[in-house]
């Protein structure tokens, strides 16, 4: 079997803010929820297999940097949905605005830009 992702861990200021968008967009579950490193908050949000560990420290966070510019900083998040049209609605109705359109091989792609700083590539195969 080859390896596979199982997590990825994002500093954000509101943990169960974002999980709740992220339910309310890609239809995502919380897995856990409770204390964590440096007397912080996480809340695990995915599916049974995959999830973004959403982590927010007890001190103030400091603002986020310019995305693709800083060594082994987070670019973005890639996710795949059976749906992008839905998906796209979704986004909007919680207010964001997607961009980035593109078709390629093999599939449909558009962007947005999410809470802190983080951007979300949503994709199709389909």
């Given at each position: 079997?080859?390896?596979q992702?199982?997590?990825a ?22 897995r ?6 440096d007397?912080g908050f996480?809340?695990?949000?995915g599916?049974?297999?995959s999830?973004?560990?959403?982590y927010a ?8 940097k ?5 060594e ?8 795949v949905?059976?749906?992008?049209a839905a998906?796209e609605s ?6 964001f605005t997607?961009h980035?359109h593109?078709d390629?091989e ?10 802190d700083?983080?951007?979300y590539?949503?994709i199709s195969?389909?």
């Amino acid at each position: 079997m080859a390896a596979q992702l199982e997590h990825a861990n994002i500093t954000v200021t509101d943990p169960r803010a974002t999980a709740a968008l992220l339910h309310q967009i890609f239809g995502w579950q919380t897995r856990w929820e409770g204390p964590a490193k440096d007397e912080g908050f996480t809340v695990h949000v995915g599916t049974k297999d995959s999830y973004l560990a959403l982590y927010a420290p007890k001190q103030p966070l400091n603002p986020p940097k310019p995305r693709y510019v800083d060594e082994g900083s987070l670019a973005h998040i890639g996710i795949v949905v059976d749906d992008l049209a839905a998906t796209e609605s979704r986004v909007t109705e919680a207010g964001f605005t997607p961009h980035s359109h593109g078709d390629y091989e093999p599939g449909q792609r558009f962007y947005f830009d999410g809470p802190d700083g983080v951007e979300y590539e949503v994709i199709s195969y389909e």
